[in-house]
């Protein structure tokens, strides 16, 4: 099987414990200022392209930028694989202001581990590493200049929670042993670990984890190959039977303003918008020790925590 996404023996469950209600009318992003890291394509580039087109000032941060001219989106270009580029680039957005910042980034694992030019495992650094260091840049300072706003600043991040995936400790950056989808797989829990940790971390911040299924992106490059054979068949059948990311960004937007997800920090949701309950086994201690152990990864870049 092609990981193309967590195996799906575990089934996400439906959290049937509350709901958010859905507007009846469109929402409205004019006037909100937006952040989507990873920006530049699949999900990413459609949800800022979604939003700024209904008023939202965006800035997109990632490497090849696609859309100079497009009213409302400005560019930050950064090399996300690597940790010292991830905080450059979140010490440069304008935290206080800001009213959501989006993750999207992210690659699979190749068929042989491959090295960032900082000595991490690429698929670690790329989806799921750089997160937690522009998160320890940006939720100290996020919207400590906003006025008049409604609900809090608000962190979505989009992965596979839920999934069931746990998280492996003792090789996160894969070199005592490499297997493409195990590594991929800690990418997925870091990923969902992140947002409950961030929960209870910055009470002054809202955070929560989407989590989109199958979409025809350019995710899965780095395992296939770009321009192969093997990714045009693959991204083709992925095409014909899922969702595109435009029609994803369309469904999810109006859940990034719903009032009703301000009393639920930490909320993870599936590809319809709907609330699912966490992964099990992501306990206070584990979280804790997968955290310090990503932490520690980084510090061997030479970054440091923002609040040491």
């Excluded at 997109?60 to 930050?76: K, Y």
């Excluded at 997925?188 to 670990?193: L, T």
Aim: no cysteine; charged share 20%; net charge positive.
């Amino acid at each position: 099987m092609l990981p193309i996404e967590p195996p799906r023996a575990f089934p996400m469950k439906r959290d049937h414990r509350w709901n958010w209600r859905r507007s009846a009318t469109s929402p409205k992003f004019e006037g909100l200022d937006v952040a989507v890291v990873g920006g530049t394509g699949g999900i990413g580039r459609a949800l800022a392209r979604h939003m700024a087109a209904r008023g939202a000032k965006v800035t997109v941060v990632g490497q090849t930028f696609r859309d100079a001219g497009t009213p409302g989106i400005a560019f930050l270009q950064a090399d996300l694989s690597l940790m010292r580029e991830a905080r450059r680039a979140a010490a440069a957005l304008p935290a206080e202001r800001l009213d959501l910042v989006i993750f999207t980034t992210g690659i699979f694992a190749a068929p042989e581990r491959q090295q960032t030019a900082e000595g991490l495992e690429r698929d670690m650094a790329v989806s799921y590493l750089n997160r937690l260091v522009m998160l320890d840049e940006l939720a100290p300072r996020l919207g400590g200049q906003r006025t008049g706003a409604s609900a809090r600043p608000r962190v979505f991040s989009v992965g596979f929670p839920g999934s069931g995936q746990a998280g492996t400790l003792g090789n996160l950056n894969a070199e005592r042993s490499y297997q493409a989808m195990a590594v991929h797989m800690n990418t997925v829990a870091g990923n969902e670990m992140l947002v409950l940790d961030a929960a209870r971390r910055y009470p002054h911040v809202r955070f929560f984890g989407l989590n989109p299924g199958l979409i025809k992106t350019s995710i899965r490059d780095n395992f296939l190959g770009k321009g192969s054979l093997r990714s045009r068949v693959t991204e083709t059948l992925i095409g014909w039977f899922t969702p595109t990311a435009e029609a994803y960004a369309g469904r999810i937007a109006p859940l990034l303003l719903a009032p009703d997800l301000e009393a639920h920090s930490g909320a993870l949701f599936n590809r319809k918008g709907e609330p699912i309950v966490p992964s099990p086994g992501l306990t206070d201690a584990h979280i804790r020790e997968f955290m310090a152990e990503s932490e520690a990864l980084i510090a061997r870049t030479g970054i440091q925590p923002a609040t040491a």
